[in-house]
T-cell receptor, first 114, second 114 residues
Framework: AQSVTQLGSHVSVSEGALVLLRCNYSSSVPPYLFWYVQYPNQGLQLLLKYTSAATLVKGINGFEAEFKKSETSFHLTKPSAHMSDAAEYFCAVNRRGGSYQLTFGKGTKLSVIP | NAGVTQTPKFQVLKTGQSMTLQCAQDMNHNSMYWYRQDPGMGLRLIYYSASEGTTDKGEVPNGYNVSRLNKREFSLRLESAAPSQTSVYFC?????????????FGAGTRLSVL
């Protein structure tokens, strides 16, 4: 069984401040991990993914995430928030092989204050 | 490039009515998925299809049926809609070889059941 916990359903940051969105996972086998972003009234777009290569993964729009096996974490960061980053962010996990079904966290809504 | 296309974008139903949500992808993917998104719940898998003619239940299949008539199309049917099925529905597909762990999402269908 696998699961994802996102800490904080809503995070607010000031424009230019650090963005940190937390994700912890549970998986009985080595996982694939993902961050997706959803802008208002749109579908989900892949931000970045971890597939066991480098533990520090860089994605689009200046976001990055670090896989820490000892902490079972895959937190998403961005050094300087921009107004356009306001969206909902989902962490997801799937196991290698089989149907590659995704298990999603409940999401974190990011607000950016001017 | 169209990617994953869902129709309709919006729908309002009365309790007990039936309808079919359509999904088509033009990326030649074998695997396709249906999710529902509810506030504070993230995305939950309803059904998936590993190939034409095959379907399997996900986490929340009750009240839904699916059809995978060909490689491109995967439809979701509500036979007798209930208010609990008010949600945003997303279809996704994934490649079979390179980057086979990444799912690509449509823009969603927003369904209200009164």
């Amino acid at each position: 069984a696998q699961s994802v916990t996102q800490l904080g359903s809503h995070v607010s940051v000031s424009e230019g401040a650090l963005v940190l969105l937390r994700c912890n996972y549970s998986s009985s086998v080595p996982p694939y991990l993902f961050w997706y972003v959803q802008y208002p009234n749109q579908g989900l777009q892949l931000l970045l993914k971890y597939t066991s290569a480098a533990t520090l993964v860089k994605g689009i729009n200046g976001f990055e995430a670090e896989f820490k096996k000892s902490e079972t974490s895959f937190h998403l960061t961005k050094p300087s928030a921009h107004m356009s980053d306001a969206a909902e962010y989902f962490c997801a996990v799937n196991r290698r092989g089989g149907s590659y079904q995704l298990t999603f966290g409940k999401g974190t809504k990011l607000s950016v204050i001017p | 490039n169209a990617g994953v296309t869902q129709t309709p974008k919006f729908q309002v139903l009365k309790t007990g009515q039936s309808m079919t949500l359509q999904c088509a992808q033009d990326m030649n993917h074998n695997s396709m998925y249906w999710y529902r998104q509810d506030p504070g719940m993230g995305l939950r898998l309803i059904y998936y299809s590993a190939s034409e003619g095959t379907t399997d239940k996900g986490e929340v299949p009750n009240g839904y049926n699916v059809s995978r008539l060909n490689k491109r199309e995967f439809s979701l049917r509500l036979e007798s809609a209930a208010p609990s099925q008010t949600s945003v529905y997303f279809c996704a597909s994934r490649p079979d070889y390179q980057a086979k762990n990444i799912q690509y999402f449509g823009a969603g269908t927003r369904l209200s059941v009164l």
